[in-house]
Structures are given as structure tokens and as C-alpha cells.
């Protein structure tokens, strides 16, 4: 049998490929960026579950509308007016999960050959939905502060993408924000340009200290702008197994939208979106945010401190994460991807930074999780690393 060369184009996910270690005992995995069940507010979805059991039933169990529960979309729409975004539930999809977002906008936006913009380095499940649709990806170099902006807009003269894909906060695999300046900028040239921006916040409300900067879409519908994409998801807050996550889109997209999703799946689970409507009407959203808040960044904290006790003499570059799962590190001269099966070898595993750049670059980098590890793991984690580290130089 030969596959579709949709398929056969997309290149293979090292995160995919490093799930079978996680059966394995020997090995600690800090590469999967696996929300914690620890964090999870089980007794509230407990009571969400209870509450649709008995007051949403029989209509849990069957078709619904392809855009998805009104009463969520509603609920959620609220949200986001509450972060200056200017959506009512007409507005809003729900999909299975921040990753059907991805792919129904590749879906709905690109053909073969268009060019598609993203950052260096961005999501591994972004590069993989685009590639599936024979897009050309060109990278836009990142620091701390997100896109470079002069290199945006060379790249935008140079390759007049279709659209821009990025994640302004705590990226991942970088823990990257970026700046409210680089925002407006971004906005700035995408509007000149008429490039669609599509803006991945799966990460927004998960920051340790001082939240982001507005979203994208709210410094858009501010500014009367209408070039953007928002996507974002329950999965990191509420709990991953609901695949519960939506996308704002203009007005003259969404029709398409939902086309889209009505070809992928006809709509999302019916029961984990009344689910999610008994969490948040009962206001379990915020106690959820703050306890998932605590715990990730005390799991970042605990990586912080391992990483400069048993990496301090090793020659690297990172930079403390602010918010999200991840922690990013650049070891000059190293070939990660070369050193990791020394590194299953010794018992750790993380994830190598080449499959986050859409060109393969990036071979010196590599990304470390902390979200699902415990104390204990991330500390011996590390220190196993610190070994495997320090005999490739």
C-alpha cells in the first residue's frame, strides 16, 4: 500500500517516537509536555460531570451543532470579552482539541506551495498540520521577546505568505512572551501586508507572576483590524482528556470553518462540552487557574534550581520560564539529537530542538518539561543530563 503524499511529507514527530520510553521505569521522561494530573481540579469536574449526568440528558449523548454547545460558546465568549477580545458565541468554534484548530485553519487556508510564516522555533504539531497541506514554511527568527520584526518584514516582502502562525505566550518549546511593542508591530505589517495572523494562546492564562500582554485579537479588534486567528484551549486548564479547546476567526472564515469541521468530525464531543459549561458556570475555572498556576510554577522553580546546581559548569544558554510547561536550552556545539540515545542510555530523555524548526535547524537546542515530573525525577533528571552534558564536549 502506498500512503498519500500528504502523508508522506509530513516529518515524523520525535515527541511521538519518544512515547514508548515513558513505559519504561529506568528512564525519566522530561520530554513530554503532558499537563500534570496534580494539577487537575478532579472534585470540580467531579461536580461537572455529576451536573451533566443529570441536568443535560439525553442531549449529551447525540449530535449537535457542528459550531458547537451554544451555552459553552457563550461562556466562553464572555471570557474573552473579559480580555478586551470583542466575541460573542457566533463568533467561536469548538474543536477537539487546540491541534484540530491547527489543522482546520491549514485546512481552510492553505493550498500546495503557499507559503506559510512561523517561528524559529515553534510548535512541532504546527509544522506537521501545515506541511500535511504542501504549505512552504519560512521561519521567522525568535529571541525572549518573540519574533524578530525586521526579519518579519523581509520575510513578509520576500514570500507574501498567507498567513503567520506564532505563539505570543510562553511559547512552546521556548517559554518565549511576546513584547506588547512586537504586538503592535506585528499587527502593523500583517495589515500591510494582508497577512492572516494565527495566534495560539494554548498557554495565556498559565503565567507564574504577571500575566501576558493583551492577545493579538484584542489589540486588533481595538485597532478595527480584522487579520486575526484566535486559538485556545481547556486542555492545560481544566484537563487534557475533555479535548476541549475553540477558534475565533473573521466573519467572512468561519463559514469555511465549519465546513471544515463538519468534514473532520461533524462536532466535538458533546459530552465533554457540557462538561465544560457545568465547570465553568459553576465558577470553577479561576480556583482551576490558580491551582494549575501554583503547581507549574513550583515544578519550574524546582527545574530552575536543578538546572544552575548541576548544569552551572556545563557551557549553555536558558533562560528561566515565566509561565507554561517548558524550559528551553541551547548547548553550542552539541548535536542533541546525536546525544539523546546516550542520554536514554544513562535514563533521561528530553526532546531535541531540531523538529521545532520548521528548517531543521536548531541541532544545538533542545526542550525539557517540567510539568509531569516530580520533584524527585526532575532533580535526578537533571542530573543525569548534567553527565551526558558533560562527556560530549
Not at 474543536?95 to 491549514?106: C, P, V
Not at 519560512?138 to 507574501?160: C, K, M, W, Y
Not at 503567520?164 to 495589515?191: D, K, M
Not at 469555511?256 to 462538561?275: C, E, P, R
Request: aromatic share 6%.
Amino acid at each position: 500500500m502506498r500512503p498519500s503524499e500528504a502523508t508522506t511529507r509530513v516529518q515524523s514527530s520525535a515527541i511521538r517516537e519518544l512515547f514508548a520510553l515513558l513505559s519504561r521505569q529506568d528512564v525519566i521522561s522530561l520530554a513530554g509536555g503532558f499537563p500534570s494530573a496534580a494539577a487537575i481540579d478532579i472534585e470540580a469536574l467531579k461536580s461537572a460531570m455529576a451536573r451533566t449526568m443529570s441536568q443535560t440528558m439525553p442531549a449529551a449523548l447525540l449530535y449537535g451543532s457542528v459550531q458547537g454547545y451554544e451555552p459553552l460558546r457563550e461562556m466562553i465568549a464572555g471570557r474573552c470579552r473579559g480580555f478586551g477580545m470583542r466575541l460573542d458565541a457566533s463568533g467561536i468554534v469548538i474543536t477537539s482539541g487546540s491541534q484540530q484548530g491547527i489543522d482546520l485553519i491549514a485546512r481552510t487556508m492553505v493550498d500546495p506551495g503557499d507559503a506559510v510564516a512561523v517561528e524559529a522555533p515553534t510548535y512541532l504539531g504546527a509544522i506537521q498540520a501545515f506541511q500535511a497541506r504542501g504549505a512552504n514554511l519560512v521561519s521567522v527568527p525568535t529571541d525572549n521577546e518573540g519574533l524578530h520584526i525586521d526579519a518579519l518584514e523581509t520575510l513578509f516582502e520576500q514570500h507574501r505568505p498567507k498567513l503567520l502562525y506564532l505563539i505570543p505566550n510562553f511559547a512552546n518549546p521556548t517559554g518565549a512572551v511576546l513584547s506588547l511593542r512586537r504586538r503592535r508591530q506585528v499587527l502593523e505589517l500583517a495589515a500591510r501586508h494582508g497577512v492572516l495572523i494565527v495566534e495560539d494562546d494554548a498557554y495565556g492564562e498559565l503565567f507564574f507572576r504577571d500575566p501576558p500582554p493583551p492577545s493579538l485579537l484584542a489589540l486588533a479588534n481595538a485597532e478595527e483590524r480584522q487579520w486575526v486567528v484566535h486559538l485556545s484551549s481547556f486542555s492545560k486548564v481544566i484537563a487534557p482528556g475533555l479535548r476541549l479547546a475553540w477558534l475565533a476567526a473573521p466573519v467572512e472564515l468561519m463559514r469555511h470553518v465549519h465546513l471544515a469541521k463538519q468534514i473532520s468530525d461533524t462536532h466535538s464531543s458533546a459530552i465533554s462540552q457540557m462538561v465544560g459549561y457545568h465547570f465553568l458556570n459553576a465558577g470553577s475555572i479561576e480556583p482551576a487557574l490558580s491551582r494549575a498556576r501554583q503547581y507549574y510554577a513550583k515544578q519550574a522553580s524546582i527545574m530552575r534550581r536543578a538546572v544552575e546546581a548541576e548544569l552551572g559548569k556545563v557551557p549553555l544558554v536558558t533562560v528561566a520560564a515565566r509561565g507554561g510547561m517548558f524550559q528551553w536550552i541551547e548547548l553550542p556545539g552539541v548535536n542533541t539529537q546525536a546525544l539523546l540515545p546516550k542520554a536514554i542510555e544513562a535514563g533521561v530523555a528530553y526532546v531535541p530542538g531540531a523538529p521545532f524548526f520548521a528548517d531543521r535547524a536548531g541541532a544545538d537546542s533542545l526542550r525539557l518539561s517540567f510539568a509531569s515530573a516530580t520533584a524527585e525525577q526532575i532533580g535526578e533528571g537533571v542530573r543525569r543530563l548534567a553527565g551526558v552534558f558533560s562527556g560530549a564536549r
